[in-house]
């Protein structure tokens, strides 16, 4: 199988060392393409690199797979560039830095398959969420998740990172775009969407640092917090039903159920969910699995993180 990266961040070399542990030696070729003012690969992910390229007329055009890992306000112009490359696509949440564009006008090949990342439908305590809770008898949902930027990446300047700036795709509303999508993966799109997306802390950043929505579906109501600045990390889903009120840890890989006094801890590491996604991708590349993350829900995805879902209500505090 021959794969080409495009972009080598952090997310991109924990793809490539995962993919490396799923698929025999023998059948994997790891190429990367990149614009060379990256930093230097480390060495166990430059030992796993077959060859490197900064200039897309010396690429071939004969990939399985092509890996879009670079910054978010490069992706449509990646797809653009590299559609008659591969045959399948696996591009980095979020699938674009805006809406502006959709899928159909864009005008990509729709014979070929594309999957938007969206890993934490693949953790341990996201597949217990979905296995053994009725949704049908979810009254509300509550979610957060608070966690301080600058403690992203502890190596580099938060002030310099894509999240910093709203020009690279950055901001909380859709740099944490995974809650959106394991709502609706859970209960499908709202009817209604309130949305506070507005920068107020003193963060040096020029991107959105808060985005809150209220969102209404037939029988249910949805509540989400993402925000830049909390000190503390905070990742949970609050799920309120008829008989109890259930608390899931997305930190801790915890379940607990108030009511009744039970607690369940899911032990999991990072790159074992990673690894899930990346064997369901593959599944979906064989013709295994449907694509659940097509460039459509992707698509929709993004348009209620960023607040400009269809039926959408901004509230505006004068």
Request: with cysteine; net charge negative; proline share 4%.
């Amino acid at each position: 199988m021959k794969i080409c990266f495009i972009g080598a961040g952090s997310i991109g070399r924990r793809h490539i060392r995962n993919l490396s542990k799923l698929i025999p030696k023998h059948d994997l070729t790891i190429d990367l393409f990149r614009s060379g003012f990256g930093t230097p690969l480390d060495p166990e992910t430059q030992k796993l690199i077959h060859k490197t390229y900064t200039n897309i007329s010396q690429m071939n055009r004969d990939y399985d797979i092509i890996f879009i890992t670079n910054p978010t306000s490069l992706h449509l112009n990646t797809l653009l560039q590299f559609q008659n490359h591969a045959n399948a696509f696996f591009i980095e949440k979020p699938l674009f830095s805006n809406t502006c564009l959709s899928p159909k006008e864009i005008g990509l090949n729709t014979d070929k398959i594309y999957y938007v990342a969206a890993p934490m439908r693949y953790t341990a305590l996201f597949q217990y969420i979905q296995t053994h809770i009725d949704f049908n008898q979810v009254y509300s949902i509550r979610c957060i998740c608070s966690s301080f930027l600058p403690d992203w990446r502890p190596q580099t300047d938060y002030r310099q990172s894509y999240s910093a700036h709203k020009e690279l795709g950055g901001g909380v509303s859709i740099d944490l775009i995974h809650e959106w999508d394991y709502i609706t993966y859970l209960i499908g799109m709202p009817q209604i969407v309130y949305s506070i997306i507005d920068k107020i802390s003193a963060l040096e950043i020029n991107s959105d640092d808060i985005a809150i929505y209220i969102a209404k579906y037939k029988n249910t109501t949805v509540e989400l917090h993402l925000d830049y600045f909390g000190r503390k990390n905070i990742r949970q889903m609050e799920i309120y039903t008829a008989n109890d009120t259930i608390i899931c840890d997305f930190l801790e890989n915890s379940i607990s159920y108030l009511s009744i006094g039970d607690k369940i801890i899911i032990p999991e590491e990072r790159d074992d969910y990673q690894s899930s996604e990346l064997e369901y991708f593959l599944d979906i590349y064989n013709g295994l699995k449907p694509n659940t993350n097509d460039l459509i829900n992707a698509y929709s995805v993004l348009k209620l993180a960023e607040g400009s879902y269809e039926n959408k209500k901004e509230i505006i505090v004068k």
